[in-house]
């Protein structure tokens, strides 16, 4: 049983400046130059608390988390952030082109506050594991700020579009804000105030089961600091956008391999062990193999390789009625079994990192140390809720949901 609830958001206010010089990508996705850029944009950036700068001279009293509630204090006090009068829900669309080109599409969620439950209790569902390091950052954030800064991804599923239909209506109007990411993805934010039609969307969204499609890390982080904190009803919420499996604005991007810096490393034994697995293709070009890898059969499964040095490029196919992940197979069989890299070594990225898109990815092998790249085709949603559904994890980085959410278009402050 889903349960969401209306809040009286913080936001940023005029006074702050362009929402575009304000907002951030996920704090996980900010890089050290993005990090600098946002720095640039304005003092009163997002970055600033969500990914600020460490010293070598932090302290217990001067760190980069007591800076973070600092800056949240500052910056409510003198009215850059300001709250809602009333509490309400927020239409959020994003509207873009994925990478590559193709059509314009729009993805349309609600921004609400929604139940913090264990995966036990079957409202819930995970379909990625976690690592302590990114949790335990999060958590001394939430500790010192007590504030929840971007929504947690989660979809649920309603062929009849019936919640996408109600957010049509709210977007009828002119939007609070509007504003397009480095991206290029335009994010517009509508609220929903209405007790009445928040009420038909608490009924609407109630019986359906959620799956964590980004947020995995920050939904622990919540659920460790409601356990933390049971004495306070807001602890028991978090902030999140539930979208529509639905949605035909719903896209998941492939995450491919690069691997790297292994000893003894040879190309001839591996595609040697590859052909006892899989039936190996040689295609003349990066372009032919991305071919080969989309024009794969509902029963096959298709990983592309290449290697330093060698100009030529690979597929690994084979055939199976009972197909399951190619992310997982590749993990399993290629990685695991062929190459001898170990589920600690892969949670640890150690020899391995993670590239989108294909141009970029086969771009990493003149990089220092690479060895092999291994392309993926992107994971379906159907394969997803499976997995989750049934109680399963994917590998790591197995999803890459896009566009990402903006962080600080809401803020959640527990009270």
Known sequence: MAKIFPFRSYRYSARAGDPASLVTQPYDKITPEMQERYFSLSPHNLAHVIRGRTSADDTPDNNVYTRAAGYLRDWIASGLLAQDHVPGLFACFQKFQAPGGGRTLVRKGLIALGAVEDYSQGTVYRHERTHSAPKRDRLELLRHTRAHFGQLFLLYDDPRLALDARLDEAARKDPLTRVTDEYGAEHALWPIRDPAEIAAIQR???????????????????????????????????????????????????????????????????????????????????????????????????????????????????????????????????????????????????????????????????SAGSQAVFFLNPVGIEQVAEVAFAGAVMPQKSTDFYPKLLSGLTIYRVE
Do not use: W
């Open 204 to 366: 609407e969204l109630e019986p359906h089961k959620l799956l964590i499609a980004d947020g995995h890390h920050r939904y622990e982080t919540a659920l460790a600091f409601r356990n933390e904190n049971p004495g306070c009803p807001g602890a028991a919420k978090v902030m999140m956008t539930l979208v529509n499996m639905q949605s035909p604005g719903l896209v998941i991007l492939a995450t491919h391999r690069v691997v790297g810096n292994l000893p003894a490393f040879d190309t001839a034994r591996l595609l040697e062990k590859a052909r006892s697995h899989f039936t190996v293709e040689q295609h003349a070009s990066l372009q032919a193999l991305e071919a080969r890898l989309a024009s794969a059969g509902p029963y096959e499964s298709v990983l592309g390789a290449a290697f330093r040095g060698d100009p030529r490029f690979f597929a690994f196919v084979c055939y199976d009625p009972a197909r399951g992940l190619d992310v997982a197979l590749l993990h399993e069989a290629v990685l695991g079994r062929m190459l001898g890299l170990t589920d600690e070594a892969v949670r640890d990225q150690k020899h391995i990192r993670y590239i989108r898109g294909f141009q970029a990815a086969a771009a990493e092998l003149a």
